[in-house]
């Protein structure tokens, strides 16, 4: 699982936070049903904008990266990313993935010599063609005024392999999810390949071209191959096949050219095996534009996390946006959702839970019945969240993980145990409710693993909630019963606006 490596000539703010979290509740997901998964993220050093940046600010290029990327490296750890890897394309071993990559479509007689002259936009560090531009000279994404260059560069022959890729997604059809994002790629390349330049001779900040050093590789072909880099591509092995070809490329539907066209074709060049999958989402807005450093609209994701708790704020992202789709940010948004589904919903759940088990059960969990209506529900709900983080639908995975939830307040409210007599018809719903609980914890701990954890110590469960295995630990009627249940502080305390 990757994400894209992201440019450090900008702090990390809540756009990169997202895709972020996106790729990690996936692979905790993963790892759940068992899966071997390595999660790589990065960034991405070098180039024009990087070398800009490092000028504006006064430094050596090396000097500035190295100050920002920790940066990243810090959020992904306050974030509680679990990625095993962070790649800086300033790394030897990724330098030498890039050389090895080039030569290699360098011998296959796809990279040649040419003169290139065009409109560039430095910020998406892509020439535009004019009939891309707006308003005549304006980048389509940044709506920045583009400069025009000329220059003598190498050029990837990319006008070649239009029919090899149309061919490769056919009988790949779902190798791109969402579908409506999928298609956009192939509308790209439908509508005409262009041949695209791979270096430059401009520009000092960047890797030699193994058989031109005058030369260095431009952006794109550099960045794209952090992905076989991090795996051991260009070290003299083939150790790199352990882990390649990469299950889900997690990307912004702003670079889906360069991930879905430009990539796809470099690796049939190079002979190498093509990715299985790409997730392509959308943008998080603020009132309507892309939150960015350009737009000068940056969220710092740990102002968010200051009122909402880590978990809380990756519930917000990962449940709020249908993946694939844009998605307005704004903190009245994020207080609604968690009070609505996190304070009022699975909060009360839990409290409620441990406040009837401490009056009416001694507050010791209570053992669930085996024909529970519940059992179908906790069914349904792992069914649902399945198939949804199967096909990268985190909104919709937490949405049939909530079905549970749901199911699990009105079954207590049909019940109403708070008003029975203690006895084993009390008991029975409350085993109910634990393992339902039980259940939710599991499904749940992609989005929020130190809260699923708490809620899984407080109802009496022992070890880790990230060391169970699923499907086996969704079945109904695991919960043994006979352990503390605590109450403790509120899971999630409610926000007053
Ligand atoms: N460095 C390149 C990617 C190279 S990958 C081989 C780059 N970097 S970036 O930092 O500008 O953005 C990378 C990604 O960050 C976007 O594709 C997207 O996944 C994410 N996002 C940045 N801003 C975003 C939002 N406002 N909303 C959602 N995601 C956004 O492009």
């Not at 290029?61 to 920790?70: G, L, R, S, V």
């Not at 890039?98 to 296959?108: F, I, K, P």
């Not at 007689?109 to 063609?129: M, P, Q």
């Not at 990962?318 to 919903?345: K, P």
């Amino acid at each position: 699982m990757t994400t894209p490596i992201y440019y450090v000539n900008a702090e990390p703010h809540l756009g990169h936070a997202y895709t972020t979290i996106v790729g990690d509740a996936l692979t905790r997901w993963r790892r759940l049903l068992g899966d071997d998964v390595t999660y790589v993220t990065g960034t991405d050093e070098h180039g024009l904008k990087v070398q800009q940046s490092a000028e504006a600010a006064g430094m050596e290029p090396q000097a500035f990266t190295d100050e920002i990327a920790p940066k990243f490296a810090a959020l992904w750890d306050r974030l509680n990313i679990a990625n095993d890897d962070f790649i800086r394309t300033t790394e030897p071993r990724h330098k030498a993935a890039v050389a090895e990559l080039l030569q290699r479509c360098y011998d296959a007689g796809d990279i040649e010599l040419d003169t290139f002259a065009g409109k560039y936009c430095v910020a998406c560090e892509e020439y535009y063609s004019d009939e891309e531009l707006v308003d005549g000279d304006r980048c389509p994404i940044h709506l920045r005024v583009t400069e025009y260059f000329e220059e003598e560069n190498y050029f990837f022959r990319l006008s070649r392999f239009e029919d090899r890729l149309l061919d490769w997604y056919a009988r790949h059809p779902t190798a791109m999810t969402p579908e409506h994002r999928g298609n956009e790629a192939i509308g790209l390349i439908k509508s005409g390949l262009r041949d695209f330049s791979i270096s430059r001779t401009s520009l000092t900040w960047g890797v030699p071209l193994p058989w031109d050093e005058t030369h260095v590789a431009y952006v794109w072909f550099d960045a794209l191959t952090n992905y076989l880099a991090a795996v051991g591509f260009g070290d003299g092995t083939d150790r790199y096949r352990d882990w390649w070809p990469v299950d889900y490329h997690l990307i912004g539907k702003d670079i889906v050219r360069q991930h879905c066209v430009y990539w796809p074709a470099m690796l049939m060049s190079a002979g190498v095996e093509l990715p299985k999958g790409w997730a392509i989402g959308g943008w998080l807005l603020s009132d309507g534009d892309k939150i960015s450093k350009s737009s000068g609209n940056a969220v710092d994701p740990l102002d968010v996390i200051g009122d909402v708790g880590l978990d809380g704020f990756r519930y917000y992202l990962l449940a709020d946006t249908t993946y694939g789709n844009d998605g307005d940010f704004s903190y009245e948004g994020v207080v609604s959702r968690y009070n609505a589904d996190l304070a009022n919903n699975l909060g009360n759940l839990a409290a409620r839970v441990a406040t009837v088990v401490a009056k009416k059960c001694d507050g010791i969990g209570t053992a669930p019945d085996a024909d529970s209506a519940l059992a179908a529900a906790a069914a349904a709900a792992y069914e649902g969240a399945a198939a949804q983080w199967d096909v990268v639908q985190p909104s919709r995975a937490l949405d049939a993980t909530w079905s549970l939830v749901r199911a699990t307040n009105s079954h207590l409210e049909a019940h109403e145990p708070w008003k029975s007599d203690p006895g084993p018809a009390v008991d029975t719903v409350m085993g109910d409710a634990l393992e339902a609980l039980r259940i939710v914890a599991v499904l749940c701990s992609p989005a929020m693993p130190d809260i699923a954890q708490t809620l899984w110590e407080r109802i009496g469960m022992t070890g880790e909630v990230a060391d169970q295995r699923l499907p086996q630990a969704a079945e109904w009627g695991q919960y043994a019963g006979g352990a503390t249940v605590t109450k403790g502080e509120p899971l999630f305390p409610r926000i007053k606006v």
